[in-house]
Structures are given as C-alpha cells and as structure tokens.
C-alpha cells in the first residue's frame, strides 16, 4: 500500500512564506507527476502546481512568480515554496502523485495526501 504525508501548513501572515512537504512510502517501483491542488472552503479542488518525472513545471496562473514546486526522487518526496502568500491563498493544500507498482502488473494510480490546512491572516 502506498501513503502519502503531508507536513508544513500553518497560520502565516500576508506577505510570509510556507513551504509544504509531501513524502511517499510502500511499494513503488517509480514515481511519475507529482502535483499540488488546493480547495477553499465552499469551492472545488483546483490545480496549483505540476513537476513531470523529467522536472519540467506548471502554475496556475494565480501563483506564477510566488510559488515553486521541486521533487526529490531519492526521498519520494514533493515540496511547494509558497512565498508572498495572500489571503486568498488560505485552502487545504493537497498532495497528488502518480505512482506506478509493479504487482502484479506494472501499472500507474493516483494517490492523494492527507491536506494540510494553509491561512494567511491580512
């Protein structure tokens, strides 16, 4: 079985930095996207960051030049700099990777992590 945990939300001020961490561990033969969504209360899940397997990025256009999303492949781990953060940043941040396991067949799923709760106070 695979999990993913996050760590790193909190309370912030506007203008302040965070960075989220979120770490995979089970039976992986390979990790392909990783991602960051976020979902503010009373709306739907949106899409904030993607990092491929070959490191190439993607922002919503509503973080570009704010935020940064990085992997560590050794560690299974995403991460996402959140700096100069707005109060319409405040959501729960979820993790998403795409895993492939080997058994019985070598095929991908999605998992997601737990959310970690971000607010920025103005």
């Known amino acids: 079985q695979v999990q993913l945990v996050e760590s790193g939300g909190g309370l912030v001020q506007a203008g302040g930095s965070l960075r989220l961490s979120c770490a995979a561990s089970?039976?992986?033969?390979?990790?392909?996207?990783m991602a960051w969504y976020r979902q503010a209360p009373g709306k739907q899940r949106d899409l904030v960051a993607v990092?491929?397997?070959?490191?190439?990025?993607m922002y919503a256009d509503s973080v570009k030049g704010r935020f940064t999303i990085s992997r560590d492949n050794a560690k299974k781990t995403v991460y996402l700099q959140m700096n100069n953060l707005k109060p319409e940043d405040t959501a729960v941040y979820y993790c998403?990777?795409?895993?492939?396991?080997?058994?019985?067949?070598?095929?991908?799923?999605?998992?997601w992590g737990q959310g970690s709760q971000v607010t920025v106070s103005s």
């Open positions: 990092v491929t397997s070959g490191g190439s990025t």
């Open positions: 998403k990777m795409v895993v492939a396991i080997s058994y019985p067949i070598l095929k991908n799923y999605s998992y």
């Open positions: 089970g039976s992986i033969f390979s990790i392909n996207g």
